[in-house]
Nanobody, 124 residues
Framework: QVQLVESGGGLVQAGGSLRLSCAVS????????MGWFRQAPGKERDFVAA????????YYADSVKGRFTISRDNAKNTVYLQMNSLKPEDTAVYYC?????????????????WGQGTQVTVSS
């Protein structure tokens, strides 16, 4: 397994932007599909975005499509989530996760390792 550490969360006004980073330990980063999930208070942890091992394929939840961009730098063992045009409903704790299995990127159960999360708060 690998260890994941998110950073970049904070408080931003609606319409603003934030970039989240997730630094991953270990030499096998390029073997993992990486995902971002979020969890609002009292709600389940939901899929936000995922990126394939070589970065060639990306996937997004409908709610963030066109506003968020996931990317990765395999040389730096880091995955990013650029969030633009933020809305109050984007407020949540954001988690990055690593998946080596062949299961769907959409489901939390298919991910092997998780970060501790970073809070994103969007004010109206």
């Amino acid at each position: 397994q690998v260890q994941l550490v998110e950073s970049g969360g904070g408080l931003v006004q609606a319409g603003g932007s934030l970039r989240l980073s997730c630094a991953v330990s270990g030499r096998t980063f390029s073997s993992y599909t990486m995902g971002w999930f979020r969890q609002a208070p009292g709600k389940e942890r939901d899929f936000v975005a995922a990126i394939s091992r070589n970065g060639g394929s990306t996937y997004y939840a409908d709610s963030v499509k066109g506003r968020f961009t996931i990317s990765r730098d395999n040389a730096k063992n880091t995955v990013y989530l650029q969030m633009n045009s933020l809305k109050p409903e984007d407020t949540a704790v954001y988690y990055c996760a690593a998946k080596m299995s062949v299961g769907s990127y959409y489901y939390t159960d298919n991910y092997d390792s998780w970060g501790q999360g970073t809070q994103v708060t969007v004010s109206s």
